[in-house]
Structure formats: structure tokens, C-alpha cells
């Protein structure tokens, strides 16, 4: 078992940053690879970055790459999303997700455990 808990989002202006970060709880950080996902009301989840068991290996969304990074440090528990020059559209809820496993996949479904996640508001 493995329990996520977001924080960090908040209102932010077009063009500002937010950082992101989801603290995990339970065994094994190392064994999960990681992903950060997004939802808006009545759209699926979006899939936003993710990231490997050892960090080496990440993959972002084109709507995202070169704005946003996703990064972990295995002793703390925790991944983090760097967002940099936000726009509206990135205006969501935004999750974390676990998956058993060395690499992460780009749909939710293939992800073992969630966060409940946390809001992201870019005004314009």
C-alpha cells in the first residue's frame, strides 16, 4: 500500500510557477514508478508527466514539455512538478499517481494508487 497526499497548488497568474510536490507514505518508494496527472471538470484525466523508479527516465505530455518537470528523491519520498510559464489551460486539478514497477505509462489506468489531488488555478 502506498498513500499520496498532493500539496502545493494554489492561484497563480499567466506566466508564473507553482512547484508542486506529493509526499508518499508506506514501503518501497524506490519500487514505484510515478506519474502526475490532471483533470478538469467534465474531461478525462490527463496525463502529465511521469517518471521512473530511479529518476533517470522521464516523459511529459507535449502540452507541457519544456514548462514543467518532474523529479523525485527516493530518500524523502516525495516527486515534485516544477511548473514554469503557466497558462490558463493548465487550470486543473492536478494528481499524483504510483505505479509497481520500474517505468510509468502515460494512461491513468495503468496506475496502482492515487492522491486526491490538488487545484491549480492560472488566471489570465
Same mark, same amino acid.
Given at each position: 500500500?502506498?498513500?499520496?497526499? *498532493?500539496? =502545493?497548488?494554489?492561484?497563480?497568474?499567466?506566466?508564473?510557477?507553482?512547484?508542486?510536490?506529493c509526499a508518499a507514505s508506506g514501503?518501497?518508494?524506490?519500487?514505484?514508478?510515478? =506519474?502526475?496527472?490532471?483533470?478538469?471538470?467534465?474531461? *478525462?484525466? *490527463?496525463?502529465?508527466?511521469?517518471?521512473?523508479?530511479?529518476?533517470?527516465?522521464?516523459?511529459?505530455? =507535449?502540452?507541457?514539455?519544456? !514548462?514543467?518537470?518532474?523529479? !523525485?528523491?527516493?530518500? @524523502?519520498?516525495?516527486?515534485?512538478?516544477?511548473?514554469?510559464?503557466?497558462?490558463?489551460?493548465?487550470?486543473?486539478?492536478?494528481?499524483?499517481?504510483? !505505479?509497481?514497477?520500474?517505468?510509468?505509462?502515460?494512461?491513468?489506468? @495503468?496506475?496502482?494508487?492515487?492522491?486526491? =489531488?490538488?487545484?491549480?488555478?492560472?488566471?489570465?
Amino acid at each position: 500500500q502506498v498513500q499520496l497526499v *498532493e500539496s =502545493g497548488g494554489g492561484l497563480v497568474q499567466a506566466g508564473g510557477s507553482l512547484r508542486l510536490s506529493c509526499a508518499a507514505s508506506g514501503r518501497s518508494f524506490s519500487n514505484y514508478a510515478m =506519474g502526475w496527472f490532471r483533470q478538469v471538470p467534465g474531461k *478525462e484525466r *490527463e496525463f502529465v508527466a511521469r517518471i521512473s523508479w530511479d529518476g533517470r527516465s522521464t516523459y511529459y505530455a =507535449g502540452s507541457v514539455k519544456g !514548462r514543467f518537470t518532474i523529479s !523525485r528523491d527516493n530518500a @524523502k519520498n516525495t516527486v515534485d512538478l516544477q511548473m514554469i510559464l503557466l497558462k490558463p489551460e493548465d487550470t486543473a486539478v492536478y494528481y499524483c499517481a504510483a !505505479r509497481g514497477g520500474s517505468y510509468g505509462y502515460i494512461t491513468p489506468e @495503468k496506475y496502482d494508487y492515487w492522491g486526491r =489531488g490538488t487545484q491549480v488555478t492560472v488566471s489570465s
